[in-house]
């Protein structure tokens, strides 16, 4: 689905106006970003799941095309884990 589309039912069920929705849409997305922020934060939607920030260490690698070992840089990475209401859901 995409986010036109999320837009598009959600202005239907809501019975508000697509631009509405986008911005409500925006605002959400805005929202979860700014509360992933710091390292090792996070934001929970009870039903839904848990949106995570962590914090991935440097590492070695390989160059898959020439073998050569290169360092990994770390780095933070956002991970998402499926609330109860959602797996039973899907």
């Known amino acids: 689905m995409s986010k036109a589309e999320l837009i598009e039912k959600?202005?239907?069920?809501?019975k508000i106006t697509k631009a509405a929705?986008?911005?409500a849409l925006d605002s959400f997305i805005d929202g979860v970003t700014?509360?992933?922020k710091k390292r090792n934060s996070k934001v929970t939607l009870v039903g839904f799941g848990t949106f995570r920030n962590v914090y991935r260490k440097?590492?070695?690698g390989r160059n898959?095309?020439?073998g050569e070992k290169i360092k990994i840089k770390?780095?933070?990475a956002v991970t998402f884990k499926a609330g109860k209401k959602l797996r039973e859901k899907v």
Do not use: H
């Open 10 to 14: 959600m202005a239907k069920e809501a």
């Open 21 to 23: 929705a986008g911005r």
């Open 34 to 36: 700014k509360g992933l």
């Open 58 to 60: 440097t590492r070695k």
């Open 64 to 66: 898959p095309q020439t």
């Open 74 to 76: 770390g780095r933070n």
